[in-house]
């Protein structure tokens, strides 16, 4: 649906990497080096979700304001009064990140339903979108999803919105999830779509070596199309 590199199946990189179909998650476990990670034969008709959470990954900032700047795009509005009377460097400092991705597929019809399935932090479809039934000579509908963190709604988050049309531009848009932790999503027929939004948490070292280590961040995201 969206275009990204090409990853092998690494047991060490993958925390959870579940297929669910009818509501019933199962362990997905490849051979390692598999190129694509993931391969799937004889599926059965209907809503397939795959649900993948990975290890985590470091990345270090040389400058406070790259790390502000970077966290200001996401939304997290409030880390520079985090950081006041923390201690740790304002250069050469260390994030760790994780993502907790969900793809919604439709096999035939693609009929079915997404559901909270335990991902530390996930995006769940209040609407199948291969469900939506445009009535004649309608192309746009809105479509619901509710944003979760350690199963608890987040409200007032940040959600961005990539979709890619028929041409393969790529529009961003900004959104933000309601009291409820729901966010209002305008979607069009023949569009593929990407949500993200992102945790960000004060890390705490348990190693010397994760001295320099001063927070994590954590990233929702779902993918789906509009038929």
Partial sequence: MFKGARLPYL?????????????????YRGRMGDMPALVLEALEPGLLILLHETTPDLITYETWDAFSS??????????????????GPNAGFGEYYTRHTKSLIAVGSGIGSDRAFGLETEFVALQNPYELHLSAGETAAVLQFQLLYQGVARPQTQVELFARGPE???????????????????VQSGQRYLLNSVVLRPFVPTTE????VLWETLWASLVFAIP
């Fill in 11 to 27: 047991d060490h990189r993958i925390r959870r990497f579940d297929i669910s179909q009818r509501d019933v998650p199962l362990p």
């Fill in 70 to 87: 970077f966290a200001q795009t996401k939304g997290l509005l409030d880390v520079d009064s985090w950081s006041r009377g923390r201690a």
């Fill in 168 to 186: 393969d531009a790529v529009q961003r848009q900004i959104f933000k999830t309601d009291d409820s932790g729901v966010v209002q999503i305008p």
């Fill in 209 to 212: 070596t994760e001295a320099a």
